[in-house]
């Protein structure tokens, strides 16, 4: 094996929020209500999308595809997984990789053609540990986003409250996936290599890498829910939520991961230069610089955030053929239904929009730019960002002294997620 050494218990290295948030949200009744509810819709689903893969894809064995026999078996040894697995190859041009678990049976773990043929044999590995780490975790025990907005005669079975502490627990899990994915790759810079190729979509390094500096965003802008480019074909009205990190945070947090005294041991190289405790306490800061906390918050400021999200949503939404269903419906999710209703007066509500930006001069960068990001919630909830809708960000971004990269990021951040 050329990655990680032999079995060692890696749940170790389980990132704390990850953990405590898992235990946390497992025991709130709302889950569990949920957990119930899915269980039940669920009956024999994991039967049928076995069958569906069976049928439009390719279930890989040793001898079709000797490579990523070795590297899962490597990634099981490393990470201490034993549960079957079946492989399934997607004929699909983007990059992609998923793990699934039904209600019996073996894990399923879909990999893209493109992935396979263009990802070097450590980026491979890295992207199968991931994939493992959810497994090795249990975050397939709260399947996502379904959790957060599974509902019954009465509404949701989880408060609004714990909706968004489940994604907040999701971007988390997403941290401990990379650690067990860095155990696998066994090297911080190959990990990182395989975030550029997916949130660039370049096959091969056509610009020098700077990993430090890619790391870095996270100090200029916080992370927070975006929207998808693509049709959907739900309406999960919380889906609008961003289940994994921006990718730099993940990237500062596998390097600071890589530099730790557990990693470093593990891989035999000697002490790190930072206790785990470290690691924590700089992947616990970027993570809270995702957490929506002004939608929640009590305050003056809170109160102004909040009145502002509402007034540049509704201009936003309003900017291509008015306010639509599933746009109002993001509105609601990230507001509640009292903050968050149906405009009668447009212009009234543009009219005031100058005010309450104006009147957030003062706020953080931070908040300034998770209300940005929360924009483009509104703007992607119908399934696309019309030019008339990127326009008005772009003016308001301006007006609250954000920079418009912050779009952009947030979208095509949304656009090429990991899995």
Same mark, same amino acid.
């Given at each position: ?9 890696? !749940?170790?290295?389980?990132?704390? *929020? ?38 439009? /894809? ?34 699909? &041009? ?11 049976? %073996? ?30 975790? $249990? ?37 401990? /996936?990379? +650690? ?6 066994? @090297? ?16 091969? %390094? ?28 739900? $309406? ?8 994994? &990190? ?15 005294? &557990?990693? !470093?041991? +593990? ?91 104006? @009147? ?6 931070? *908040? ?13 909830? $119908? ?7 990127? /326009? ?28």
């Amino acid at each position: 094996m050329t990655g990680a050494p032999g079995h060692r218990d890696a !749940r170790g290295v389980q990132a704390r *929020r990850d953990r405590e948030l898992r235990e946390e949200l497992g025991a709130d009744r709302g889950v569990r209500k949920a957990l119930e509810k899915f269980e039940h819709r669920a009956s024999g689903w994991g039967f049928r999308h076995r069958r569906s893969l069976l049928a439009e /894809a390719i279930r890989l064995n040793k001898r079709m595809a000797p490579a990523v026999s070795e590297a899962l078996a490597d990634c099981r040894a490393a990470l201490g997984v034993e549960q079957p697995i079946e492989v399934f190859l997607e004929p699909k &041009p983007v990059y992609s990789a998923w793990m699934s678990k039904g209600r019996s049976g %073996p894990l399923l773990l879909g990999l893209s053609s493109r992935l396979l043929e263009e990802f070097s044999p450590a980026e491979l590995r890295f992207v199968l540990g991931h994939e493992l780490g959810h497994a090795l975790f $249990d975050h397939l025990g709260i399947p996502m986003p379904i959790t957060a907005t599974i509902e019954d005669i009465g509404g949701t079975l989880v408060s609004r409250a714990v909706q968004l502490r489940l994604f907040v627990w999701c971007r988390a899990a997403e941290v401990s /996936a990379d +650690r067990a994915g860095l155990l696998c790759a066994g @090297d911080a810079e190959v990990a990182a290599t395989a975030f550029f190729k997916m949130t660039s979509g370049l096959s091969r %390094p056509v610009i020098q890498t700077d990993l430090e500096a890619f790391a870095s965003q996270v100090e200029s802008l916080a992370s927070a829910p975006s929207a998808a480019h693509e049709v959907r074909d739900d $309406d999960d009205t919380l889906d609008c939520f961003s289940t994994h &990190p921006y990718t730099p945070v993940r990237v500062r947090a596998l390097l600071a991961f890589g530099k730790s005294q &557990p990693f !470093r041991e +593990r891989m035999g190289l000697g002490g790190g230069a930072l206790s785990l405790e470290d690691v924590e306490h700089v992947v616990e800061r970027d993570l809270a610089l995702m957490e929506p906390s002004y939608l929640e918050d009590k305050g003056d400021e809170a109160d102004k955030m909040r009145r502002a999200l509402y007034c540049a949503g509704v201009s936003v939404a309003a900017a291509h053929q008015g306010v639509s269903d599933a746009e109002l419906s993001a509105l609601r999710a990230l507001l509640g239904p009292k903050q968050a209703r149906a405009p009668e007066d447009l212009a009234a509500i543009r009219a005031e929009l100058d005010k309450v930006l104006a @009147d957030l001069a003062g706020a953080s960068l931070a *908040r300034r730019a998770q209300l940005i990001q929360h924009l483009t919630v509104i703007a992607g909830a $119908d399934g696309h960002v019309a030019d008339e809708e990127y /326009a008005e960000m772009t003016r308001i971004a301006e007006a609250l002294a954000v920079p418009s990269q912050v779009i952009d990021q947030t979208l095509a951040g949304a656009a090429a997620p990991m899995d």
